[in-house]
């Protein structure tokens, strides 16, 4: 009798094993599209020489703002002056010829063109504390 019953249960074992094993694998790795999120970088804007020589500086809180600028030769920088005091944009030292804006009022403006590379130091004749540089390339 357990003979018999065990042969028996061994013939379903075959005969199921099949079975199972065939409704089980189904594979399952379908589509697993990889999402990839490519950030860009924004272009950064790092001001200063700009192709067309328009650089501006402006004076406020008695100060040049940028402090320092970079031209390319044959730019010309215009500083406006944002307080309501005067200011002026004198060169004291550096390659090329002298430039001194006389007095700039507030919300006025003072333009000088750059021929010759080099690094340029200006202040501003009133506030003493108040310069800048420029570096011509
Ligand atoms: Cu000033």
């Not at 970088?41 to 940028?66: D, H, I, R, W």
């Not at 009022?105 to 590379?117: L, N, R, S, V």
Request: with cysteine; aromatic share 6%; net charge negative.
């Amino acid at each position: 009798m357990n003979r018999c019953q065990a042969l028996l249960l061994s013939c379903l074992a075959l005969l199921l094993l099949p079975v199972s094993g065939c409704g089980g694998d189904d594979g399952g790795d379908g589509g697993s599209a990889e999402t990839t999120t490519e950030q860009q970088p924004a272009e950064e804007n790092t001001g200063g020489a700009e192709p067309g020589g328009a650089v501006t500086v402006s004076m406020k809180n008695t100060l040049f703002v940028p402090m320092d600028v970079k031209v390319k030769v044959g730019d010309t920088i215009e500083w406006t002056n944002d307080d309501p005091f005067p200011h002026t944009v004198t060169k004291s030292g550096g390659p090329g010829p002298k430039f001194d804006s006389g007095t700039v009022g507030g919300g006025e403006t003072y333009e000088q063109k750059f021929t010759k590379a080099g690094k340029i130091d200006y202040v501003c004749t009133i506030h003493p504390r108040q310069v800048g540089t420029i570096t011509v390339e």
